[in-house]
Structures are given as C-alpha cells and as structure tokens.
C-alpha cells in the first residue's frame, strides 16, 4: 500500500480486519434482511444500509466478540425504524411487494419452498425472526435474544410457538392458494426435505 | 381405534401415541431443513457489486475526511 502522503490514520489494521469480517457476513445480512421484508430489493437496501451503519459504528464494536450478532442486531433495528417511518407506504405497497416475490421466484424451485415463504408470512413478526435466527441463521437462543434485544426465555417462546403454527398453518393449507388439497404443502415439505437430506448424506 | 388384535407392549406408551409424537418430530424436522434451505439459498447468491462498492466508497470518504 503506497502512502500518499495524508497524515498517518489510527488503527487502520483494526479497520482492515473489520472490513474483511464485514464482507464474509455480507450475504447472511442479505438472507436475513430477505426474510424480514419478503422482497430481495428491499431487502438488499435494507442489507446494504446495515452494512454502512456498522461501518460507521465500528469504533463501537469490540474486535473478537460476534460480529454476525452484532449486524444483526443493527440491521435489525434498521428494518424496525425504517417501518415505523413507513408504515403507511409499506401497507400500500404489500400488494406490488408480494406480486414481486412470485415474479422472482425460481420457476424450478421445488413447490416446497414457496409453500413455507406463504406460510412464513400468516406469522407474528416476533415469532417469524426469532424462528429465523434460531432455526435457520445458527444462532443460539442467547444471540437471538442479544439480537431481539429480549429475554432468553421470550426468544424461546416465540420459537416454540412459531414452529407450532407453522406446522398447523402448512398441515391445514390455510393461507389461501386455490386448488390446494389440504395437507398438500406438509407432504411436499416432507418430500423436499427427504430429497435434501439424501442429497447432503450421499 | 383401540387395535384388540395386538397386545400392546407398553400399555402406558400407547404406541398410537408414540406414533404421534414421532410423526410430530418429523415434521418438524423437515421444516427445520426446509428453513435453512430457504436461508442458505440467499446466502448462497453471490453477493452484488454494488455492495463492495459502497465499503469501498465509504474507505476513501473516511480517509478524504481525515486528509482535510
């Protein structure tokens, strides 16, 4: 690195290894961020605002605590304040939003997977994150709560109950798409998931 | 339906009920490995250009702002 001549910077060794962690966690901010707002432009707005904000917050973060939890937590706080500005906006733009998601869904995509987005949705917020995190990011029940700024015991809760309604809500088919048998979506998540864990196994 | 024909070996573990809590553990199961799927597809994408781009600007705005 050639040194032009501006004054000497603190700690940019710090900054260098901030940044390289910033950039391994750039596409699970993106996955997270794709789950709370249901819309993959949204959501890579949303990613990308969180990532200039733990940039910009980096003196605050302590190099070798969890970074992964950390982004979250800002990125997560940057969805909520964003909709609560918004509401308004967001509610009329549910419609375009949830047309988009079926525009870009993979059209081979296994049946499956659109199944548990539509179900996903019938969730409470809180139980549809907090499901997410645990369920699906890898984190501990702990770093849930550290990220859902809440008590263990809530985070728990919400988990339980998310998988109890989702189980019922796929079982029963009872987000309204047309034609379905119900228990349709149940058989083909257990299908799916039989075909991804023969593939992981073999 | 109480099956008369066999004799339950464990008449405190009914095994319709225990057929019933493994089937309940399944599902949740492949829900569990239906979710991260979902996850890890994204997280699979490859990430955007404009992303990097963005740290990249950020650097050189830090650093101008600590030239002046």
């Known amino acids: 690195m050639s040194s032009t ?157 998310a998988r109890k309604a989702l189980a019922a809500t796929l079982e029963r088919g009872g987000y309204g798409r047309d034609g379905k048998a119900a228990g349709d979506a149940m058989r083909s998540i257990l299908a799916d998931a039989d075909r991804l864990s023969g593939a992981r196994q073999s | 339906m109480i099956n008369t024909k066999e004799t339950n070996p464990r008449p405190d573990a009914p095994a319709s009920r225990d057929q019933g809590l493994e089937e309940v553990r399944l599902r949740q199961q492949a829900i569990g490995v239906k979710l991260r799927h979902m996850f890890d597809q994204v997280v699979n994408e490859p990430v955007p250009d404009e992303f990097l781009d963005i740290l990249r600007r950020a650097d050189e705005r830090s650093s101008t702002k600590e030239g002046q």
């Open chain 1, 5 to 161: 001549g501006a004054p000497p910077k603190p700690p940019s060794a710090d900054d260098d290894g901030f940044k390289k962690e910033l950039v391994t966690l750039i596409p699970h901010l993106r996955a997270f961020a794709r789950t709370l707002t249901g819309d993959p432009t949204a959501a890579d707005d949303l990613a990308q605002e969180a990532m200039m904000k733990a940039w910009d917050a980096r003196a605050s973060y302590q190099m070798g605590t969890n970074m992964k939890a950390w982004t979250f937590m800002i990125l997560r706080n940057q969805f909520y304040s964003e909709k609560r500005r918004s509401w308004r906006q967001t509610q009329l733009d549910q419609e375009a939003a949830e047309r988009t998601l079926v525009a870009v869904d993979d059209p081979e995509a296994p049946v499956a997977l659109d199944e548990l987005r539509q179900a996903l949705k019938t969730l409470p917020e809180e139980q549809r994150e907090a499901l997410i995190l645990v369920g699906a990011g890898g984190f501990a029940y702990e770093e849930a709560a550290e990220i859902c700024q809440c008590a263990v015991g809530t985070v728990k809760s919400r988990v339980s109950r």
